[in-house]
Protein backbone atom coordinates (compact mmCIF):
# COMPACT_ATOMS: atom_id res chain seq x y z
CA UNK A 1 0.00 0.00 0.00
CA UNK A 2 1.61 3.79 -0.76
CA UNK A 3 0.21 7.00 0.55
CA UNK A 4 0.36 9.45 -1.84
CA UNK A 5 -0.70 13.27 -0.72
CA UNK A 6 -1.10 16.89 -2.17
CA UNK A 7 -0.63 19.50 0.21
CA UNK A 8 -1.56 22.99 -1.00
CA UNK A 9 -2.18 26.10 0.50
CA UNK A 10 -5.85 25.56 0.96
CA UNK A 11 -6.87 21.87 1.68
CA UNK A 12 -4.07 19.01 1.85
CA UNK A 13 -5.41 15.26 -0.43
CA UNK A 14 -4.77 12.49 0.83
CA UNK A 15 -4.46 9.05 -0.88
CA UNK A 16 -4.78 5.61 -0.31
CA UNK A 17 -2.96 3.28 -3.31
CA UNK A 18 -2.19 0.33 -4.02
CA UNK A 19 0.07 -1.73 -5.65
CA UNK A 20 -1.73 -1.72 -8.69
CA UNK A 21 -1.77 2.45 -8.88
CA UNK A 22 -5.46 1.80 -8.06
CA UNK A 23 -6.90 4.64 -5.68
CA UNK A 24 -8.75 2.72 -2.62
CA UNK A 25 -9.59 5.36 -0.51
CA UNK A 26 -8.99 9.58 -0.44
CA UNK A 27 -9.80 12.08 2.64
CA UNK A 28 -8.89 15.72 3.05
CA UNK A 29 -8.21 18.07 5.77
CA UNK A 30 -7.45 21.99 5.73
CA UNK A 31 -3.87 22.44 5.63
CA UNK A 32 -3.80 25.07 8.27
CA UNK A 33 -5.30 22.31 10.68
CA UNK A 34 -2.47 19.60 10.06
CA UNK A 35 -1.35 18.54 13.51
CA UNK A 36 -1.20 14.89 14.98
CA UNK A 37 -4.44 14.76 16.03
CA UNK A 38 -5.93 15.55 12.94
CA UNK A 39 -3.96 13.00 11.17
CA UNK A 40 -4.38 10.03 13.17
CA UNK A 41 -8.16 10.85 12.29
CA UNK A 42 -7.32 10.73 8.77
CA UNK A 43 -5.11 7.88 8.77
CA UNK A 44 -7.37 6.03 10.42
CA UNK A 45 -9.75 6.54 7.86
CA UNK A 46 -7.58 5.60 4.91
CA UNK A 47 -5.82 2.36 6.66
CA UNK A 48 -6.52 -0.10 9.62
CA UNK A 49 -2.54 -1.00 9.99
CA UNK A 50 -0.29 1.63 9.13
CA UNK A 51 2.54 -0.45 8.90
CA UNK A 52 1.03 -1.80 5.83
CA UNK A 53 2.14 1.21 3.88
CA UNK A 54 5.35 0.81 2.32
CA UNK A 55 5.75 3.92 0.28
CA UNK A 56 4.91 7.66 1.35
CA UNK A 57 4.84 10.54 -0.89
CA UNK A 58 3.77 14.40 -1.24
CA UNK A 59 3.64 17.13 -3.60
CA UNK A 60 3.83 20.21 -1.35
CA UNK A 61 3.46 23.80 -1.90
CA UNK A 62 3.60 24.44 2.13
CA UNK A 63 7.22 23.34 3.91
CA UNK A 64 5.82 23.97 7.35
CA UNK A 65 2.54 21.50 6.68
CA UNK A 66 4.87 18.99 4.83
CA UNK A 67 7.55 18.61 7.63
CA UNK A 68 4.47 18.67 10.48
CA UNK A 69 3.22 15.35 7.84
CA UNK A 70 6.78 14.32 7.16
CA UNK A 71 7.82 13.63 11.24
CA UNK A 72 4.46 11.99 11.70
CA UNK A 73 4.75 9.58 9.49
CA UNK A 74 8.66 8.98 10.55
CA UNK A 75 7.20 8.55 14.01
CA UNK A 76 4.18 6.32 13.06
CA UNK A 77 5.98 4.17 10.44
CA UNK A 78 9.73 4.57 10.12
CA UNK A 79 9.53 4.80 6.39
CA UNK A 80 10.69 7.94 4.75
CA UNK A 81 7.91 10.50 3.69
CA UNK A 82 9.21 11.42 0.46
CA UNK A 83 8.37 15.04 -1.55
CA UNK A 84 8.68 14.32 -5.25
CA UNK A 85 11.58 17.16 -5.24
CA UNK A 86 13.67 14.88 -3.13
CA UNK A 87 13.46 12.17 -6.00
CA UNK A 88 15.36 12.66 -9.87
CA UNK A 89 12.34 13.35 -11.95
CA UNK A 90 14.21 13.84 -15.45
CA UNK A 91 13.38 10.25 -16.68
CA UNK A 92 9.77 11.55 -16.07
CA UNK A 93 9.97 14.74 -17.52
CA UNK A 94 12.39 17.47 -18.97
CA UNK A 95 11.98 20.47 -16.35
CA UNK A 96 12.49 23.61 -18.32
CA UNK A 97 12.29 26.65 -15.74
CA UNK A 98 14.12 27.24 -12.74
CA UNK A 99 13.58 23.87 -10.51
CA UNK A 100 14.04 25.72 -7.30
CA UNK A 101 10.91 27.89 -7.83
CA UNK A 102 8.44 25.16 -9.63
CA UNK A 103 5.44 24.50 -7.67
CA UNK A 104 5.59 20.67 -6.91
CA UNK A 105 1.80 20.61 -7.83
CA UNK A 106 2.43 21.75 -11.20
CA UNK A 107 5.51 19.06 -11.69
CA UNK A 108 3.13 16.68 -10.44
CA UNK A 109 -0.02 17.76 -12.98
CA UNK A 110 2.49 17.61 -15.66
CA UNK A 111 3.97 14.52 -15.14
CA UNK A 112 0.89 13.23 -15.52
CA UNK A 113 -0.34 14.23 -19.04
CA UNK A 114 3.76 13.79 -20.22
CA UNK A 115 3.49 11.34 -23.01
CA UNK A 116 6.39 12.49 -25.02
CA UNK A 117 3.84 13.22 -28.30
CA UNK A 118 1.06 15.47 -27.27
CA UNK A 119 1.41 19.11 -25.99
CA UNK A 120 -0.93 20.20 -23.24
CA UNK A 121 -2.14 23.01 -21.17
CA UNK A 122 -2.92 22.52 -18.00
CA UNK A 123 -5.12 24.59 -16.27
CA UNK A 124 -6.08 24.68 -12.16
CA UNK A 125 -8.34 26.57 -10.44
CA UNK A 126 -6.60 26.33 -7.45
CA UNK A 127 -5.58 29.03 -5.07
CA UNK A 128 -4.18 30.41 -7.97
CA UNK A 129 -5.45 30.21 -11.48
CA UNK A 130 -2.45 28.50 -13.28
CA UNK A 131 -1.35 27.62 -16.71
CA UNK A 132 1.18 25.03 -16.87
CA UNK A 133 3.01 24.75 -20.60
CA UNK A 134 4.09 20.51 -21.32
CA UNK A 135 5.52 20.41 -25.34
CA UNK A 136 6.23 16.56 -25.70
CA UNK A 137 8.12 15.41 -22.66
CA UNK A 138 9.24 18.94 -21.28
CA UNK A 139 7.72 20.79 -18.71
CA UNK A 140 7.98 24.43 -20.09
CA UNK A 141 6.49 26.65 -17.41
CA UNK A 142 3.55 28.67 -17.33
CA UNK A 143 1.55 31.13 -15.89
CA UNK A 144 -0.04 32.40 -12.38
CA UNK A 145 -2.86 34.54 -12.02
CA UNK A 146 -5.13 35.78 -9.22
CA UNK A 147 -7.32 32.76 -7.77
CA UNK A 148 -10.84 32.48 -8.46
CA UNK A 149 -12.06 32.46 -4.60
CA UNK A 150 -9.30 34.15 -3.32
CA UNK A 151 -10.19 37.35 -5.52
CA UNK A 152 -13.80 36.60 -4.86
CA UNK A 153 -13.21 36.82 -0.94
CA UNK A 154 -10.84 40.18 -1.22
CA UNK A 155 -13.58 42.22 -2.87
CA UNK A 156 -15.77 40.92 -0.21
CA UNK A 157 -13.10 42.10 2.29
CA UNK A 158 -12.25 45.65 0.78
CA UNK A 159 -15.37 46.76 -0.13
CA UNK A 160 -18.23 47.57 2.40
CA UNK A 161 -21.37 47.69 -0.02
CA UNK A 162 -20.44 43.98 -1.43
CA UNK A 163 -21.37 41.00 0.64
CA UNK A 164 -19.70 37.24 0.05
CA UNK A 165 -21.16 36.04 -2.83
CA UNK A 166 -20.73 32.51 -4.50
CA UNK A 167 -19.77 32.26 -7.97
CA UNK A 168 -22.66 30.99 -10.88
CA UNK A 169 -22.32 30.96 -14.63
CA UNK A 170 -24.54 34.25 -15.48
CA UNK A 171 -25.74 34.41 -18.90
CA UNK A 172 -26.10 38.11 -19.29
CA UNK A 173 -23.10 40.67 -19.36
CA UNK A 174 -24.66 43.89 -17.56
CA UNK A 175 -25.80 43.12 -14.26
CA UNK A 176 -28.90 44.79 -12.58
CA UNK A 177 -27.69 44.86 -8.79
CA UNK A 178 -24.68 44.14 -7.31
CA UNK A 179 -24.73 39.99 -6.87
CA UNK A 180 -25.23 39.99 -10.75
CA UNK A 181 -23.03 42.76 -11.20
CA UNK A 182 -20.04 40.54 -9.62
CA UNK A 183 -21.19 37.21 -10.38
CA UNK A 184 -20.75 38.81 -14.34
CA UNK A 185 -17.23 40.23 -13.62
CA UNK A 186 -16.07 37.53 -11.90
CA UNK A 187 -17.08 34.61 -14.72
CA UNK A 188 -16.91 36.55 -17.87
CA UNK A 189 -14.00 38.18 -16.73
CA UNK A 190 -11.85 35.13 -15.92
CA UNK A 191 -13.83 33.55 -19.55
CA UNK A 192 -11.71 36.81 -21.36
CA UNK A 193 -8.38 35.75 -18.79
CA UNK A 194 -8.45 31.94 -19.56
CA UNK A 195 -9.33 32.70 -23.52
CA UNK A 196 -6.55 35.33 -24.11
CA UNK A 197 -3.33 33.60 -21.97
CA UNK A 198 -4.59 29.89 -23.78
CA UNK A 199 -4.73 32.14 -27.26
CA UNK A 200 -1.09 33.89 -26.31
CA UNK A 201 0.41 30.63 -25.40
CA UNK A 202 0.05 29.46 -28.70
CA UNK A 203 0.96 32.23 -30.27
CA UNK A 204 4.01 32.42 -28.66
CA UNK A 205 4.83 29.07 -29.09
CA UNK A 206 3.19 28.14 -33.23
CA UNK A 207 2.16 24.82 -31.42
CA UNK A 208 -1.26 23.44 -30.84
CA UNK A 209 -2.44 21.88 -27.28
CA UNK A 210 -4.94 19.63 -25.50
CA UNK A 211 -6.67 21.58 -22.75
CA UNK A 212 -7.18 20.04 -19.40
CA UNK A 213 -8.54 21.86 -16.95
CA UNK A 214 -8.62 20.64 -12.98
CA UNK A 215 -9.40 22.22 -9.96
CA UNK A 216 -12.64 23.19 -7.76
CA UNK A 217 -13.73 26.02 -10.44
CA UNK A 218 -13.38 23.67 -13.29
CA UNK A 219 -16.99 22.81 -13.30
CA UNK A 220 -18.11 26.29 -13.70
CA UNK A 221 -15.91 27.49 -16.72
CA UNK A 222 -15.78 23.95 -18.57
CA UNK A 223 -18.49 24.65 -20.92
CA UNK A 224 -17.86 28.31 -21.64
CA UNK A 225 -14.45 28.37 -22.94
CA UNK A 226 -13.93 28.47 -26.64
CA UNK A 227 -11.17 25.90 -26.32
CA UNK A 228 -12.39 22.56 -26.07
CA UNK A 229 -11.81 20.91 -23.14
CA UNK A 230 -10.38 17.94 -21.21
CA UNK A 231 -11.73 17.81 -17.36
CA UNK A 232 -9.16 15.43 -14.87
CA UNK A 233 -9.83 16.26 -11.13
CA UNK A 234 -7.71 13.34 -10.75
CA UNK A 235 -4.48 14.92 -12.49
CA UNK A 236 -2.22 15.15 -9.45
CA UNK A 237 -2.86 12.32 -7.79
CA UNK A 238 -2.10 10.53 -11.33
CA UNK A 239 1.03 11.79 -11.24
CA UNK A 240 2.04 10.78 -8.02
CA UNK A 241 1.13 7.85 -8.77
CA UNK A 242 3.87 7.92 -11.74
CA UNK A 243 6.69 9.42 -9.25
CA UNK A 244 6.27 7.05 -6.72
CA UNK A 245 7.81 4.30 -8.82
CA UNK A 246 11.13 6.19 -8.84
CA UNK A 247 10.99 5.27 -5.12
CA UNK A 248 12.85 1.95 -4.87
Known sequence: MYILGDIGNSDTKIFLVNKKDRILKRTSLISKNINNKNLDKKIKFLIKDIKKVEKILFCSVVPKSFN????????????RCYEI????LSSLIKIKVNYKQAGSDRLANAISLQNGKDNFIILDFGTATTFDVVEKKYYRGGIIAPGVKISLDTLSDKASLIPQI???KI??????????AVRSGFFWGYIGLIDNIINLIKKETRKSFKLV?????SDLFRKSLKTRVI???????????KIAKLIK
Open 231 to 241: QNKDITIKGLI
Open 171 to 180: RNIVGNNTIS
Open 166 to 168: DLK
Open 68 to 79: LIKKYFHKKTKI
Open 213 to 217: ITGGY
Open 85 to 88: KNLN
